[in-house]
């Protein structure tokens, strides 16, 4: 018989159906898949959630109502972290300042770092506004009311990182509405320093109290970073002054639920709202660095100089850093932060001398770090002067690691020579000027020299 190759034949002449194919149900988590194959699942951080396994799947940021409504879940709002780490501000706080509470927070937002963690930065604001979510949309919040708060609502002022800004619209809508909300309820202002800083801004700004509320900032649309971190790479500043009008001009984009779309060019409002601030805090995202030093997007975003530079007063600001991990909270200041940081990475002789022998970027590494260092005594200070010196004894005074540090990478070597004469040129380090003109010489030499 004469047959059509590739047509089956059966005793009715019809083609049997096709088996319908198996579907299988894919999880995030399996990873017979690869990546690319697997279905995203909410992002999560695998330092602060122990059941979490990482598998490349985690790469979709958090819906609407994931975000914040995950801690929710879990505990009552605020998650037991957020309040843990805002009792330590405080504690932190009135330990240095000795003020029982401080006034106003300005807290650096990061969107990755909410991301991973389900919005953990997020809360902390909330809880130190004392607001709480309203039913299970996540899309109104609620005062808590100041018997239940035991404690004044504190000011806050949100700077958002420009990813932050597009990522999480909906979330600055609700801390907007919310310290709307705290601006507006009759409290005395004794116990509520956001209505109290409010009152007195209305005058300043010469505006209503709902703009005198203005407390969610970013850069404009389309606009990311402080951008501090790019002078201090390329070594040409002057000044901190220079650097913190950039600052406050790239960061003073204020957001507004009663405007919504827009950021709006709020230069004075922030100012205004800064300058009430005692305490400056970011979160460390331990998801993706272990060490402040090691990446220079933190102190690129870190207001406390410039803060300190608005007040009418003396006080400089306390700079706070948080970390959460499955163990717990902790906060720290950057002076801390700094020392422990440095001491256990490029001071530490376990560290930098396997770094030059096993990493082929070994110096650049040495070389980051320390003006990553430099940056954070730029923009806050807080950074102890004796580190330079120590760092100078290891790397430049001794004259076999000079030669080591020239020869492998001699471009690394002298960004880590400039970062050293900025450093005493501009008092961040207190050595004599005997050294500085040394280095001085050294640095022109190795310009000099073929990399
Ligand atoms: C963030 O918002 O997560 C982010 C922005 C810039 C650099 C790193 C992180
Ligand atoms: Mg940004």
């Given at each position: ?148 708060l035991k404690r004044p609502r504190i000011d806050v002022v949100v700077s958002c990182s420009g990813v932050f800004r597009d990522l999480f ?210 923009t806050s200070g807080n950074v102890d002067t004796f580190l330079f010196e120590i760092a100078s004894s290891i790397f430049m005074e001794d ?53």
């Amino acid at each position: 018989m004469f047959e059509t190759k590739g047509k089956q034949n059966t005793p009715n002449g019809i083609s049997p159906k096709k088996p319908e194919p198996k579907i299988r149900t894919v999880t995030p988590d399996d990873d017979r898949l690869p990546p690319s194959y697997r279905p995203s699942s909410p992002g999560s951080d695998i330092i602060t959630r122990k059941g979490f396994v990482g598998n490349m799947s985690f790469l979709k940021g958090p819906e609407k109502g994931d975000l914040i409504s995950e801690y929710k879940r879990f505990s009552n709002f605020p998650p037991k972290s957020a309040a843990d780490v805002v009792e330590k501000l405080i504690a932190k706080n009135k330990d240095l300042s000795k003020q029982p509470f401080p006034h106003c927070v300005t807290f650096t937002l990061w969107a990755t770092d909410n991301v991973n963690t389900y919005g953990r930065s997020l809360a902390q604001i909330f809880a130190l506004v004392g607001l709480r979510l309203v039913g299970d949309e996540i899309d109104e919040v609620e005062l808590i009311p100041l018997e239940e708060l035991k404690r004044p609502r504190i000011d806050v002022v949100v700077s958002c990182s420009g990813v932050f800004r597009d990522l999480f619209m909906n979330q600055m809508t609700l801390l907007d509405q919310g310290i709307k909300m705290a601006a507006q309820a009759k409290e005395p202002p004794e116990m509520n320093y956001i209505r109290r800083h409010a009152f007195q801004m209305t005058q300043e700004l010469n505006c209503d109290i709902r703009e005198a509320a203005t407390r969610v900032f970013s850069n404009a649309a389309g606009s990311y970073s402080a951008n501090i971190s790019a002078w201090i790479k390329s070594n040409e500043w002057e000044n901190e002054t220079q650097l913190q009008r950039q600052f406050l001009a790239r960061k003073c984009y204020a957001f507004n639920s009663d405007k919504p779309g827009m950021m709006e060019y709020k230069s004075e409002a922030f100012k205004a709202a800064l300058r009430n601030s005692d305490v400056t805090i970011q979160n460390l995202d331990l998801n993706e660095i272990l060490s402040i030093t090691d990446v220079p997007h933190y102190y690129d975003s870190d207001p406390t100089k410039v803060i300190a530079a608005l007040r009418f007063d003396e006080l400089k600001p306390v700079c706070l850093l948080a970390k959460t991990n499955s163990e717990g909270t902790e906060v720290h200041t950057l002076a801390e932060t700094i020392r422990i940081d440095s001491m256990s990475k490029i001071l530490s002789p376990d560290y930098y001398e396997k770094i030059l022998k096993q990493n082929h970027d070994g110096v650049k590494e040495i070389s980051n770090c320390l003006r990553n260092i430099l940056g954070w005594a730029v923009t806050s200070g807080n950074v102890d002067t004796f580190l330079f010196e120590i760092a100078s004894s290891i790397f430049m005074e001794d004259r076999e690691m000079c030669t080591l540090l020239r020869e492998k990478d001699n471009a690394s070597f002298r960004n880590l020579l400039a970062t050293f004469v900025k450093a005493g040129e501009h008092g961040y380090w207190e050595t004599s000027d005997v050294k500085i003109r040394r280095l001085r010489e050294l640095k022109k030499f190795a310009e000099s020299a073929f990399d």
